[in-house]
């Protein structure tokens, strides 16, 4: 059975920055891309996608700020959060999916707070 283990959450002043990972238990067959989504008014929105040849998408809202990027065996996941805002503050998600199959992580807090 395949988990993803997230870590890397936490609590920082705005303007801060945090790294949060991702560590698949095993390489993942049939994986199209990763990313990373947030919890936000009850429906999980993606934040940053990185798809299996290296292209990325970034929601608005994060755009020059956070930073997504992959081992080369997909089995390592980053997301790099940089110049945090309060309305950041969230649960998040890291998922791996391909066509067929879809990997959630468990939830990571992240808290953007003065």
């Known amino acids: 059975q395949v988990q993803l283990v997230g870590s890397g959450g936490g609590l920082v002043q705005p303007g801060g920055s945090l790294r949060l990972s991702c560590a698949a238990s095993r390489t993942l067959p049939g994986i199209e891309a990763m990313g990373w989504f947030r919890q936000a008014a009850g429906e999980r929105e993606l934040v940053a996608r990185i798809h299996v040849s290296g292209a990325t998408f970034y929601a608005d809202s994060v755009k020059g700020r956070f930073s997504v990027s992959r081992n080369a065996a997909n089995t390592r996941l980053y997301l790099q959060m940089d110049n945090l805002k309060p309305d950041d503050t969230d649960i998040y998600y890291c998922?791996?999916?391909?066509?067929?199959?879809?990997?959630w992580g468990e939830g990571i807090a992240v808290t953007v707070s003065s």
């Open positions: 998922r791996a999916w391909g066509r067929a199959r879809s990997y």
